[in-house]
């Protein structure tokens, strides 16, 4: 008899156990949230997927019209005459992003990329123009709910 109490007295209490370590791994860090809007947004942008790049930005803030300058721009590229066309391609990499600061509802990161820009051009003559482009930039951002927002940065996109 005791030892069955013993038994179940185990089995609960592994019981427990499990519920409440399982709860341990459900959390994401404020910094990781801020790390995987920033990732967002430069796979939106590489993807010259504006809506997504945008909804990564606070609503009307500079970067969120940073993203609808840039989207203007590059629908815009083309020289003029038929069968004449510039076709351009960008690419982001993230190579890190550190530190994250987050205080409050306020965060800042420093981003460090890596961009491929290719350039075609098309008409009369046939060109291709690439280039590697390594740098780094400060982002600003907001909390807005439970989201991470990026409203700034200290280049503009």
């Known amino acids: 008899m005791k030892s069955q109490k013993k038994i179940w007295a185990l089995l609960i209490l592994a019981v427990i156990l499990m519920v409440v370590l399982s709860g341990c791994g459900g959390t994401v860090s404020e910094e990781t949230k801020v ?13 010259e997927d ?8 606070v609503y009307n803030s500079l970067e969120y ?11 815009n590229i083309y020289f003029g005459g038929s069968g004449v ?3 351009l391609d960008l690419d982001f990499v993230i190579d890190n992003i550190d530190p994250i600061i987050v205080t409050g509802n306020h965060a800042q990161a420093h981003v460090y990329y890596s961009a491929i820009l290719l350039l ?4 009369e003559s ?3 123009w690439e280039e590697l482009l ?3 930039w400060w982002f600003y951002l907001q909390k807005v709910g439970n989201d991470w927002k990026i ?7």
């Open 134 to 136: 390594n740098g780094d």
């Open 120 to 123: 075609l051009y098309e008409g």
């Open 50 to 57: 504006w809506n997504k790049a945008r909804s990564c930005c």
């Open 151 to 157: 409203y700034n940065d200290d280049e503009g996109v």
């Open 35 to 47: 790390e995987n809007v920033i990732t967002k947004f430069f796979q939106a942008l590489s993807d």
């Open 65 to 75: 019209n940073s993203v609808t300058e840039m989207e203007e721009q590059w629908n």
């Open 85 to 87: 066309g510039v076709e």
């Open 126 to 128: 046939h060109w291709e």
